[in-house]
């Protein structure tokens, strides 16, 4: 696409030497020329040029004059003043003024670089105030969302203390209950049984919310000290005995860590423990069995869960580990699942220098945990 000139020059000739210059130069160009105020206005206005090259002197208007006017109306194109000998004085005056570069008539051999330059100046300042708006956009935008995350901290914080409270008394007030039993009727039992099962979901449910929301606010800061995990990981089992046995499910769990005890964070391991355990039994097929067991090898405590149940597809494995994420599998007797605990389990994970890693296969799924002793 031609480059559209606009010339403000009175001479003719020097006008034609200009033209001559930048042809000779290779610029792929389409020129008006002007010299009166007027017509230089009206250019402006309907010629739209693409660079602007400015005597210095012409009856009754100048460089200066034009240069304002060009500012004004076309503030994009460059503004070039081509003239005869000027003092080094006013040459800097013209550049502070806005205009973009001079050169003068006699070397007119530089004149194809400076409009270049010029061009692409221009580009640079456009693309750099672009990216000024998109900054001051973006830190608008973070400012407000950082008070957007300040009230999710405020809201968090009410609900970990009130909502808490509100269910650690509903469980209190059914495990009374639950010790006198005698009392009440078949049916009575069993709506006692299911407002437990239901205090114990939402205790989870807050549970993962605000350990999620820690480690959103990057509070994750693991708190080491010695811990047998094979104890650990027996005594979370036994406490989802009750679960399995409803399903006919089995677990198993085999021991391999002895009386070994590693470094590690204790709530951080229990949350991961429990996480991957629940899991494997709210998926696992009716009367089949989970296995669970703890490894020691050399320097190295494994953690493994696997079960029998619906296989994870492959094309779903990349983001397995994602917040709020629900697989095309579903847990098989209707239990609920938030989408939430296989990605606490990674951060926690990664938080303890550990990895995890899951094989779905043949209707068997294994999950990997992996500590460094």
Do not use: W
């Not at 579903?330 to 890693?357: C, F, Q, R, W």
Request: with cysteine.
């Amino acid at each position: 696409m031609d480059l559209k000139i606009l010339l403000l020059e009175d001479v003719q000739s020097d006008a034609d030497l200009i033209i001559r210059q930048l042809s000779r130069d290779n610029l792929s160009f389409t020129t008006e020329r002007v010299d009166t105020r007027d017509e230089f206005t009206n250019a402006l206005r309907h010629f739209k040029p693409d660079v602007i090259l400015s005597d210095h002197s012409l009856p009754q208007f100048n460089s200066m004059a034009a240069l304002e006017l060009a500012k004004r109306s076309t503030p994009d194109a460059p503004f070039i003043l081509v003239t005869g000998a000027v003092s080094e004085e006013f040459a800097v005056n013209c550049i502070k003024s806005g205009a973009d570069d001079y050169i003068l008539k006699s070397n007119l051999t530089r004149l194809s670089s400076a409009i270049k330059g010029s061009l692409q100046k221009r580009q640079l300042a456009t693309e750099n105030n672009i990216i000024r708006a998109l900054n001051t956009e973006i830190e608008k935008k973070n400012s407000e969302l950082h008070l957007m995350n300040q009230e999710k901290d405020r809201f968090m914080g009410i609900v970990s203390h009130d909502l808490q409270n509100h269910i650690s008394s509903m469980m209190l007030t059914l495990s009374l209950l639950g010790k006198n039993m005698e009392g009440l009727t078949p049916k009575q039992n069993d709506y006692a049984k299911r407002m437990n099962r239901s205090a114990i979901n939402m205790q989870k449910l807050l549970s993962d919310f605000l350990t999620v929301n820690r480690i959103q606010n990057g509070i994750i800061t693991p708190v080491y000290s010695l811990v047998n995990m094979g104890n650990m990981v027996q005594e979370i089992t036994e406490g989802y005995e009750f679960m399995a046995k409803r399903k006919g499910i089995e677990i198993n769990f085999d021991n391999k860590c002895e009386e070994s005890f590693f470094r590690t964070d204790m709530s951080y391991l229990s949350i991961i423990i429990d996480n991957l355990i629940s899991n494997a039994v709210k998926y696992s097929a009716r009367d089949e069995t989970v296995s669970v067991k703890t490894v020691k090898e050399a320097k190295k405590y494994k953690l493994v869960v696997k079960n029998k149940g619906i296989t994870i597809p492959e094309d779903q494995m990349p983001k397995m580990f994602g917040r709020f994420q629900k697989l095309g599998t579903s847990p098989t007797a209707g239990e609920p699942s938030n989408g939430l605990g296989l990605s606490i389990v990674k951060d926690l994970v990664d938080a303890l220098n550990g990895t995890i890693e899951c094989i779905s296969s043949e209707e068997h799924t294994t999950f990997t945990v992996t500590f460094n002793a």
